[in-house]
């Protein structure tokens, strides 16, 4: 309305210079021309001073209008994520391999958690809530394997393979050794002892070779591990392998990364929904079926520890024992014999201190990966609120609030901390147990 003042006045100033007033042709006109002068000089402090005030006030009202735009922006971005923010988790090299594979179970899992709901929670003869949960529990399983894909898997392959090629000219160098003993000095048909030293030799540097691999190789795995967040020294990974729940945790590293890299595929698609809520919340329901897959792994490495290894491990220590008082009996007997006897104690003694200590280190190993899933299990139980509430509600803000905090908190835990054992004068020992636990899993 200022502007609109001064625009009316401002024509008819300028018509007044360009039609200059005539000459009065009387000394009484004289007056009259005075005070027009001063009106006229009056309207031009007004007109200039409304001018100055509409400067003002447009320029106030700018500014306000900034800081709200300002505050309006910084509260939505309290709310959705930002364009910029990128994630610090960067896709791996099998991206496409991993979400085309974990995808359908967990989309499966979905909607049967969906339909499980309605179902009886027991039925004889019609599909009841059980049967869905065996259903979904098979179906964890394939996302589980379909999470486990991982470059390193190459890596540990090798290992194995090197590990493997080391025991074999081990038991090689055995044999040339045992044959060697009747072998004849010069024979043209038969392998004279020269023959199997020589091959001995061969063996032993095709020992020495695979150990230079290893380390090479296990350098860079010790990185990779370091990568996803396993903090672990080459000489603690080295170590672990050597342990029977060692490619279980290492398992549960590299299924960890992978559900992290998905999560944050699945906040950019609920964010870019925009208001679809049914797609919006679709995505967000595979947030929470990915926690289930990995608190499924979690289950299955806790539930093995507890139930087959550190079983089988008791029986091991528990055979040591026995045939330990049946040594000291024969030694008792036969004292003439006490060397060997002797040293068999000393095996007996270090497996049962092998057996003890590898106990205790399975057992914390299940108590870090319970603790994992209990808090794995609490962030399931308010996600599947969150997405039922959306369902009945179809509140897309808390939805998108609450998948940002979701994937917040998913990227600040950590996988269950590894605590291999810093004595490595016992590896040996942890390598011969960790053959007879994986033996006995057929």
Request: hydrophobic share 40%.
């Amino acid at each position: 309305m200022l502007f609109c003042a001064v625009a009316l006045s401002l024509p008819s100033l300028s018509q007044a210079d360009e039609q200059p007033p005539a000459v009065p042709s009387s000394s009484a006109d004289r007056p009259l021309l005075e005070q027009a002068g001063r009106l006229l000089e009056q309207s031009q402090q007004q007109g200039s001073e409304l001018w100055r005030q509409s400067v003002d006030e447009a320029g106030d009202l700018w500014q306000r209008s900034r800081a709200t735009a300002g505050d309006w922006w910084r509260r939505s971005a309290d709310w959705w994520p930002r364009e910029d923010a990128t994630r610090p988790h960067e896709q791996p090299d099998n991206f496409a391999e991993l979400w085309s594979g974990a995808l359908p179970p967990l989309e499966e899992t979905l909607s049967l958690q969906e339909v499980q709901r309605d179902l009886p929670e027991q039925a004889w003869f019609a599909r009841d809530q059980r049967d869905a949960e065996q259903e979904i529990h098979q179906l964890l399983d394939q996302a589980v394997a379909a999470l486990s894909l991982s470059p390193l898997q190459h890596e540990r392959s090798r290992i194995a393979e090197l590990h493997a090629q080391i025991e074999q000219s081990r038991a090689d160098i055995a044999r040339y050794r045992q044959e060697r003993v009747g072998a004849p000095t010069q024979s043209l048909v038969k392998r004279t002892r020269e023959d199997y030293d020589a091959l001995i030799a061969d063996e032993q540097q095709v020992i020495e070779d695979c150990q230079a691999q290893l380390q090479a190789i296990q350098r860079d795995f010790a990185g990779r591990l370091r990568a996803i967040g396993l903090e672990l020294s080459d000489e603690q990974v080295e170590f672990l392998l050597a342990t029977v729940v060692g490619d279980s945790m290492i398992d549960l590293g590299i299924v960890f990364d992978n559900v992290k890299t998905i999560t944050v595929q699945l906040e950019r698609l609920v964010r870019e929904s925009g208001e679809d809520l049914v797609s919006a919340r679709r995505y967000y329901g595979l947030y929470v079926v990915l926690l289930r897959a990995l608190k499924h792994m979690h289950l299955d490495v806790e539930q093995r520890i507890e139930t087959e290894y550190i079983p089988r491990i008791d029986d091991i220590r528990a055979q040591a024992r026995d045939l330990s008082i049946e040594t000291r009996q024969l030694l008792k007997a036969q004292p003439e014999r006490a060397q060997v006897l002797q040293a068999n104690l000393e095996a007996q003694r270090m497996t049962i201190a092998a057996a003890e200590r590898y106990r205790d280190y399975l057992a914390e190993q299940a108590r870090q990966v319970r603790r994992a899933r209990e808090a794995l299990q609490r962030d399931i139980r308010t996600a599947w609120n969150t997405y039922e509430t959306v369902r009945v509600s179809g509140e897309l803000v808390a939805l998108v609030q609450s998948s940002q905090q979701l994937i917040d908190g998913l990227l600040e835990r950590q996988v269950p901390p590894l605590r291999p054992f810093e004595n490595l004068e016992m590896k040996r020992e942890f390598e011969k147990l960790t053959d007879q636990l994986r033996s006995s899993e057929g």
